[in-house]
């Protein structure tokens, strides 16, 4: 059996989705896991080390009896800049403020106003529906240009929303935007209402 099938099997067999399988130089063989998630779901969920744990001893025991190659092996969660592979994970993740890099340029997207040479963009994540065509796009605001040390003012004028539509074929990498809140997970998060 493949590694992949073992590791699939093994992962969501107790209960989890198998994000990432990476092997690296010197036999580590890196296993990403997720909490399943449906479109109910409410409430967000974390993995913790006693699930790294648990996936951990059930995959050594797998992996002996089908002979798998490796040296060491490394569970973990997905972290503040997960992957999103497929529908489901974009689906999912709708709202959040993403990194994408697409496989070429778009340089006629929003308006003109993108660089044409352009492929990697950060902003959040939405659906979009074109008559009965469901589709995605990016929304972002370019940064303000401020000289070092300066705030800005009170007055100011944000630059306008851009936005680009893709499909998931024109996507190389999407991530997570790893954004850390210091005011806590309930506290406001300035990004969602104002994206970059």
């Known amino acids: 059996m493949a590694l992949q099938d073992i590791v699939e099997q093994t992962v969501t067999g107790l209960g989890y989705e198998l994000v990432e399988i990476e092997r690296s130089a010197g036999g580590l063989l890196r296993i990403t896991i997720d909490l399943p998630w449906t479109p109910e779901t409410t409430t967000t969920q974390f993995v913790n080390v006693e699930d790294c744990e648990k996936v951990n001893r059930q995959l050594q025991f797998a992996l002996e009896v089908d002979g798998a190659e490796y040296r060491r092996l490394e569970i973990s969660s997905p972290g503040i800049d997960r992957p999103l592979h497929g529908e489901k994970d974009f689906e999912r993740f709708v709202g959040s403020i993403i990194d994408i890099t697409l496989k070429a340029p778009m340089g ?34 370019e940064e303000l240009k401020l000289k070092p040390g300066q705030k800005p003012g009170k007055n100011r004028v944000l630059p306008p929303l851009q936005a680009l539509g893709f499909e998931l074929n024109e996507v190389r990498e999407a991530r997570l935007a790893p954004i850390v809140n210091f005011k806590g997970r309930g506290g406001s998060d300035e990004a969602s209402e104002d994206p970059q």
């Open 108 to 141: 006629s997207a929003a308006n003109g106003q993108v660089n044409a040479n352009r492929k990697k963009f950060r902003g959040v994540l939405e659906r979009t529906l074109t008559g009965d065509v469901a589709g995605w796009q990016i929304v972002w605001r």
